[in-house]
Nanobody
Framework: VQLQASGGGLAQAGGSLRLSCAAS????????MGWFRQAPGKEREFVAA????????YYADSVKGRFAISVDNAKNTVHLQMNSLKPEDTAVYYC??????????????WGQGTLVTVSS
């Protein structure tokens, strides 16, 4: 499985960005796609996940109500819509995929990361 993330960039506090992650290869019939992020000097943390077939979503408390994860089945792509951005959302964002239906790690495949910078 290959994951290609895109959509990072610079935004002002209160602004929005949308990240995308396209999956290719053998993804299987039941899997979860998630987003993680790693800020400078911090450990990687979970952001959001979606079950591809069932559509359930799960969010970290820090982004709940501001971020929305969604899937485009036709394009095998997952999106992360980030609204009301805060400077503390600044990080490299990674998409990831795991087989099965549970959102928690470990994940089986990772994208290359895309940088999101939020200015105050």
């Amino acid at each position: 499985v290959q994951l290609q993330a895109s959509g990072g960039g610079l935004a002002q506090a209160g602004g929005s960005l949308r990240l995308s992650c396209a999956a290719s290869g053998r993804t299987g019939s039941s899997y979860v796609m998630g987003w993680f992020r790693q800020a400078p000097g911090k450990e990687r943390e979970f952001v959001a996940a979606v079950a591809w077939s069932g559509g359930y979503t799960y969010y970290a408390d820090s982004v709940k109500g501001r971020f929305a994860i969604s899937v485009d089945n036709a394009k095998n792509t997952v999106h992360l819509q980030m609204n009301s951005l805060k400077p503390e959302d600044t990080a490299v964002y990674y998409c990831a995929l795991k087989q099965g239906s549970q959102y928690y790690p470990p994940y089986d495949a990772w994208g290359q990361g895309t940088l999101v910078t939020v200015s105050s």
